[in-house]
């Protein structure tokens, strides 16, 4: 069983972030601090991101499409940094190298990519991959997008490169006909020195022929074997989109192009100029029988496969922004903004599902039970039932018997599970003319917003069952890959709006409730496997401080909970971690403004009142 999990997220120059800055992440994050200081820029990269890597992998980001306005591009760029690109990453691990590898994808103004049309995004230039040492063990890069010049040329110029002419401009780092005649669309580099020290802990062959024909065509200045995949001439037909290719398509471009990127200068010039196929022995010789293909799969392939597999804690719905939502009618249109309510549409007549909403209802005072319909595909209808929990809790063991024997349900200590009698439960009971319906707009501001969020949590928490029984389903005949847990992150900002005091403190038993709720009855999986994250933008001191107060009464474990502080501007510490101890305490306290100013307002009142 493989376990994905966002662990942590790297950041440079972007936003407020000048230089680099690493985040790590636990099962209940909490970010606060002073306004314009930070707090929603690590939800925005996260954001950005995962849509880029929605069709791809090597992104090409609208910044201003249908999800998500991420602004103009040199708005992301931090601005002291006087840098033309910002970099997001994680980390992976390789084979069995001790130290975890840096993985940086670097994103340029797509105005710069040489096509002009690439206006108002931000386009894959780069993904670095870089050891303890800074080191940059391997890399790939947009060929429309490296810029060549003195400064990183790898080759030395002679008077027999390029018949003797003056060069200033390179278009690839590495000597090849190539160069000023429609490189590959992306590069690879790999360290060759770095690779000989790395080799045996990644793959238990050797590739002694490998590697020896690789220090023969290695750059003369840094040792890196380059190699250019993807002829651009291929891509007219999808307008030069690399966010379409995938990282496992990548491995078998690299060796299908084996001629072309394993052969020396003369074999390289051969192919690619004259088109002669036709080689003598001495020339393909060292092309054959030196495991080539076998390397590529078991060496190159274990970096992009780690590569791609870190990648799948952002894909699909595995990172989830919980917007706030206001409903003014029970009618809601369906659109990317409320998309989660087909989810739930298509789940709230599972008992387990059913139970999570009320419980989380109830955490807040709201007791009843949604109802939703899809109307021609077009709206969704949002309803609530006040007052029902007479018909969902059971009081006594006689109700419990009459409910079984008449509408054929299975009661269980957590609750109970329908049968194929819902539909006439659902007539006879949540349809009594004594609880009707009201529209769900009517309960207030605060109220909506809960049932907003809860609807949404519960969208993303549940589908991944659904998602599960279908692959069950289409795989049932064929052999089974083990399983793989990949850990949902949900990204909320300001969940306190419009909510009481008393409200905002109960989002931190909310919370808790539903990372519970999801190790138990969903996932069943041990604590220790976190199988969701919360990362929470907050200014609710409320929150807080219910926090520390489950963490002293051992209702939550205080190592879980990450609660990060961002200063103003001007401090030099741009933000810093508040540990929490096993008694609620926290061992860090706030900058100026935030458990002071009630104290310092309370003084204001008492000095008034003498001068008065």
Same mark, same amino acid.
């Given at each position: 069983m493989k376990n994905y999990q966002l662990d942590s997220l790297i950041l440079e120059n972007f936003k407020t972030f000048k230089g680099q800055h690493i985040f790590d992440f636990n099962e209940l994050n909490i970010y606060t601090g002073a306004n314009n200081s930070g707090k929603s820029t690590i939800i925005k990269a996260i954001q950005l991101f995962s849509k880029g890597l929605e069709k791809g992998d090597f992104p090409m980001i609208d910044l201003m499409g249908s999800k998500g306005n991420f /602004?103009?591009?040199?708005?992301?760029?931090?601005?002291?940094?006087?840098?033309?690109?910002?970099?997001?990453?994680?980390?992976?691990?390789?084979?069995?190298?001790?130290?975890?590898?840096?993985?940086?994808?670097?994103?340029?103004?797509?105005?710069?990519?040489?096509?002009?049309?690439?206006?108002?995004?931000?386009?894959?230039?780069?993904?670095?991959?870089?050891?303890?040492?800074?080191?940059?063990?391997?890399?790939?890069?947009?060929?429309?997008?490296?810029?060549?010049?003195?400064?990183?040329?790898?080759?030395?110029?002679?008077?027999?490169?390029?018949? /003797?002419?003056?060069?200033? &401009?390179?278009?690839?780092?590495?000597?090849?006909?190539?160069?000023?005649d429609k490189p590959g669309m992306i590069l690879l580099k790999v360290n060759v020195p770095l690779l000989e020290t790395y080799i045996n802990k990644i793959t238990d062959e050797g590739y002694k022929e490998v590697l020896e024909q690789l220090n023969n065509i290695k750059t003369t200045k840094k040792n890196n074997w380059w190699v250019e995949c993807y002829d651009e001439n291929d891509f007219h037909e999808i307008d030069y989109d690399l966010s379409r290719i995938k990282l496992r398509d990548y491995v078998n471009e690299i060796i299908e192009d084996k001629y072309l990127n394993f052969g020396d200068y003369k074999i390289r010039e051969e192919i690619l100029l004259h088109d002669d196929t036709e080689f003598d022995e001495q020339k393909y010789s060292i092309l054959k029988n030196t495991g080539y293909d076998a390397f590529v799969k078991d060496v190159i392939g274990s970096v992009i496969f780690e590569i791609d597999d870190a990648l799948k804690v952002f894909r699909g719905r595995n990172i989830v922004h919980v917007a706030y939502q206001h409903f003014n009618n029970h009618l809601i249109e369906i659109s990317p903004a409320n998309s989660y309510l087909r989810s739930v549409f298509d789940l709230q007549e599972k008992a387990n599902f059913i139970e999570f909403i009320y419980d989380s209802l109830q955490i807040f005072g709201i007791d009843g039970i949604i109802n939703i319909e899809q109307h021609q595909n077009s709206f969704f209808e949002l309803m609530f039932m006040p007052k029902a929990s007479r018909y969902i809790r059971v009081a006594n063991k006689e109700e419990e018997e009459a409910l079984r024997k008449e509408f054929n349900l299975k009661i269980s200590k957590f609750n109970f599970s329908f049968g194929q009698s819902f539909d006439k439960f659902k007539k006879e009971y949540l349809e009594d003319p004594n609880n009707k319906m009201v529209n769900i707009a009517d309960l207030g501001?605060?109220?909506? &917003?809960?049932?907003?969020?809860?609807?949404?949590?519960?969208?993303?928490?549940?589908?991944?069952?659904?998602?599960?029984?279908?692959?069950?389903?289409?795989?049932?005949?064929?052999?089974?890959?083990?399983?793989?847990?990949?850990?949902?992150?949900?990204?909320?900002?300001?969940?306190?709006?419009?909510? &009481?005091?008393?409200?905002?403190?109960?989002?931190?038993?909310?919370?808790?409730?539903?990372?519970?709720?999801?190790?138990?009855?969903?996932?069943?999986?041990?604590?220790?496997?976190?199988?969701?994250?919360?990362?929470?933008?907050? &200014?609710?001191?409320?929150?807080?401080?219910?926090?520390?107060?489950?963490?002293?009464?051992?209702?939550?474990?205080?190592?879980?909970i990450d609660i990060l502080y961002f200063n103003d501007n001007d401090q030099t510490e741009k933000c810093y971690k508040i540990p929490m101890r096993t008694d609620g305490i926290l061992e860090k306290g706030f900058g100026t403004g935030f458990y002071d100013e009630t104290a310092n307002l309370t003084a204001d009142i008492l000095n008034a009142q003498k001068l008065n």
């Open positions: /602004g103009e591009f040199n708005d992301l760029v931090n601005w002291e940094s006087k840098s033309n690109n910002f970099k997001i990453g994680f980390f992976i691990t390789i084979g069995k190298i001790e130290t975890p590898f840096k993985v940086l994808f670097t994103f340029r103004n797509g105005e710069d990519d040489g096509w002009g049309k690439r206006k108002g995004m931000a386009v894959f230039s780069e993904i670095e991959i870089i050891n303890e040492r800074d080191e940059v063990f391997c890399g790939i890069y947009n060929s429309a997008l490296f810029k060549v010049d003195e400064a990183n040329i790898e080759f030395d110029i002679d008077k027999s490169y390029r018949n /003797g002419q003056e060069i200033k &401009h390179y278009e690839i780092p590495f000597k090849s006909p190539s160069e000023n501001k605060g109220a909506a &917003h809960i049932i907003g969020i809860v609807l949404n949590v519960a969208s993303i928490l549940f589908i991944d069952k659904k998602e599960k029984y279908l692959k069950e389903q289409l795989t049932n005949s064929r052999n089974k890959k083990p399983e793989q847990i990949i850990q949902k992150t949900i990204l909320i900002e300001e969940p306190e709006t419009f909510l &009481h005091p008393s409200w905002q403190a109960r989002l931190a038993d909310y919370f808790i409730f539903c990372i519970n709720f999801y190790r138990i009855k969903v996932t069943r999986k041990q604590a220790e496997e976190q199988p969701i994250r919360f990362i929470i933008e907050t &200014h609710s001191v409320y929150l807080i401080q219910k926090l520390q107060l489950l963490v002293a009464r051992d209702k939550f474990d205080a190592e879980a």
